[in-house]
């Protein structure tokens, strides 16, 4: 299985020098409406937070400013957001440390969460010897070829990692938290947790599935399955019945047969993983076997997930000199930089 690397030797320090983040906007904007559209640069400020500043130093009501994605407070990140188009002159006036507007444009539209197609970053790493510069360029090269798997970043987790289990202890009656918006993101993190769970489980069982035929017969195995997996191109092996969608996004539908996991390997289409809830589209057959193991009754609608993705390597620099390596990546939402830094450094493993 790729990403089985031994772990590479290099420094990462998340901060604005290190590490940059811009959105790329779901669609162009119309250039006329009543909505001002803002690219605004920050530092130190998560969104929430730059969002209260704008609103207590321009008196524009903090409901009233629309943004697409949650951003980071650490390292220096790009995005737009949209006021009422007749705070334009308090917009003009505007002036923060942490908070630079780069541009403006007009909508129809008020920005709503989703918004974006995705986000580009820039990552610099330190203290990397050429040895490890030419193991970099290697992952990378498989990356450019596979793509990752999309697992959920350690920011979903919360400060000490375990924000999923008041998640859980929510969803099973053993605790209450009066705060509907912490108790949904604890929620959110315990979907997250069982999404990671199963997603390492499948890494697992595509490793295995490079067994031989006749051992993997001895495995319990089924004859048919092992032939169906075998004819796949892509290490990561889909299974009948899983849920697949058009990349980066499209309708949901179930793999049918062997052409479909040909589309995979050329990043036509993608497979999902289950955020479990109520209300949503589970896989079926072999794939399903796996995925009710992380299937709870869980009252939100639920949802499906890319669980493998195409990073697009922008550009890749080795700075000799400075012992430096600069990456450009552009990922779709939702997706975590730092799952793709953890790939580069340890594997798989780190997960």
Do not use: C
Not at 141 to 169: C, S, T
Not at 230 to 253: A, R
Not at 310 to 322: A, H, Q, S, T
């Amino acid at each position: 299985m790729i990403y089985s690397h031994a772990p590479i030797n290099f420094h990462f320090n998340k901060n604005s020098e290190n590490f940059v983040v811009e959105e790329i906007p779901l669609y162009p904007f119309a250039h006329t409406g009543e909505w001002l559209m803002l690219k605004v640069r920050k530092k130190g400020l998560t969104t929430p937070e730059m969002i209260n500043k704008i609103s207590s130093k321009t008196g524009i009501k903090a409901r009233d400013i629309g943004y697409a994605g949650l951003k980071d407070k650490v390292g220096m990140t790009i995005q737009w957001i949209s006021v009422p188009r007749k705070f334009r002159d308090k917009i003009n006036k505007f002036e923060d440390k942490q908070i630079k507007i780069l541009e403006q444009d007009l909508h129809r539209n008020k920005l709503k969460i989703g918004h974006l197609k995705g986000n580009k970053f820039f990552v610099r790493f330190k203290k990397v010897l050429p040895v490890d510069a030419k193991k970099i360029d290697s992952v990378i090269k498989d990356i450019k070829k596979y793509g990752i798997p999309n697992f959920f970043g350690y920011q979903r987790f919360g400060k000490f990692g375990n924000n999923f289990e008041d998640g859980k202890a929510i969803i099973e009656g053993e605790k209450f938290v009066k705060n509907k918006k912490l108790e949904k993101l604890l929620i959110n993190a315990y979907q997250s947790k069982l999404f990671n769970d199963w997603l390492k489980e499948r890494i697992n069982l595509s490793n295995i599935f490079d067994l031989s035929e006749k051992e993997l017969l001895m495995a319990g195995f089924e004859k048919e399955l092992i032939k169906f997996v075998k004819n796949q191109k892509h290490p990561f092996k889909l299974l009948p019945g899983d849920v697949l969608t058009h990349y980066p996004k499209g309708k949901f539908f179930y793999l049918e047969n062997l052409e479909d996991t040909e589309r995979f390997h050329k990043k036509d289409i993608s497979v999902t993983g289950l955020l479990a809830g109520k209300r949503v589209m589970r896989a079926k057959d072999k794939a399903r076997e796996i995925e009710e193991k992380y299937d709870e009754l869980i009252p939100a609608g639920g949802d499906r997930r890319l669980a493998w993705i195409f990073p697009e390597i922008v550009d890749k620099k080795y700075l000799k000199d400075y012992a430096q390596y600069e990456l450009a990546f552009i990922l779709p939402k939702g997706s975590y930089a730092t799952v793709l830094i953890d790939i580069l450094k340890e594997g798989i493993r780190a997960f």
